[in-house]
């Protein structure tokens, strides 16, 4: 897999919802009023596209993840935001519902493809593609004394994962390191692995979610890891 960056200047809002009631068959709350308040994200000049994905595991503390992505501009470099957003974006997901959202920047790209060309896309690729999200919070004297992002393969599980054969299997396409870039969050780091295949595989996946888990602590790192199937892709 290349190791690399992206020429490409974005910036990611990521969303992990607690509280967030799935529903069950057309009784959706929360996905149907997120699709309404998604109508605000579309109209922004700068967005590019999103994707919701729901946990797999029912009882999961984070049963929602959202990855909005929007194009800052090589030459501006900045974000705009409209802060008479935030009230319909609260009105669209419930006010019940506690979102730990942050904007973020892509730090390292691993991938099957060669991202010097072009870079990855961000919606999934097929119908069976989901993900295994690592968010790590990392202490600030910790991120004082070193250069944490040297040993970013260790505590996102990268080296781990590339240890196990199902990930040929599961069709891992890429690993994308981001660091939070705003200065509120409650995770200074999210790991998203990409894989195509995963989708209709869900309990090989449990297998290589457990190897993640089980990772022996980095000093200083504390992660929570789980498993996302995209519900509901949104673009302009």
């Given amino acids: 897999m290349d190791n690399c960056k992206t020429k490409v200047k974005l910036f990611i809002a990521m969303g992990f919802y607690e509280k967030a009631k799935p529903g069950s068959n057309d009784l959706k709350p929360f996905e149907n009023g997120f699709k309404r308040a998604t109508r605000a994200l579309k109209n922004h000049r700068q967005f590019i596209s999103?994707?919701?994905?729901?946990?797999?595991?029912?009882?999961?503390?984070?049963?929602?993840?959202?990855?909005?992505?929007?194009?800052?501009?090589?030459?501006?470099?900045t974000f705009l935001h409209d802060s008479c957003w935030t009230d319909v974006v609260l009105e669209g997901q419930g006010r019940e519902v506690i979102n730990h959202?942050?904007?973020y920047a892509e730090k390292r790209v691993v991938a099957h493809v060669n991202c010097h060309i072009k870079p990855l896309p961000k919606t999934p690729l097929t119908d069976t593609t989901a993900y295994i999200v690592v968010?790590?919070?990392?202490?600030?004297?910790?991120?004082?004394?070193?250069?944490?992002?040297?040993?970013?393969?260790?505590?996102?599980?990268?080296?781990?994962?590339?240890?196990?054969?199902?990930?040929g299997e599961l069709g891992l396409r890429s690993v994308i390191l981001h660091r939070r870039i705003t200065t509120n969050g409650k995770f200074k780091y999210v790991s998203r692995y990409e894989?195509?295949?995963?989708?209709?595989?869900?309990?090989?996946?449990?297998?290589?979610?457990?190897?993640?888990?089980?990772?022996?602590?980095?000093?200083?790192?504390?992660?929570?890891?789980a498993l996302y199937k995209p519900t509901y892709i949104y673009n302009t």
Avoid at 50 to 72: C, H, M, P, Q, R
Avoid at 142 to 167: A, N, Y
């Fill in 50 to 77: 999103g994707i919701l994905s729901k946990n797999v595991e029912e009882d999961g503390k984070y049963a929602y993840f959202n990855y909005a992505v929007f194009d800052t501009y090589e030459q501006q470099g």
């Fill in 135 to 167: 968010c790590s919070h990392v202490e600030e004297s910790i991120m004082d004394r070193c250069d944490i992002e040297k040993s970013w393969k260790i505590w996102s599980g990268l080296e781990c994962v590339r240890r196990q054969r199902i990930c």
């Fill in 195 to 225: 894989f195509t295949k995963l989708g209709d595989k869900i309990q090989r996946g449990f297998e290589l979610l457990r190897h993640i888990r089980e990772l022996r602590p980095v000093k200083g790192v504390s992660s929570y890891a």
């Fill in 101 to 103: 959202q942050a904007g």
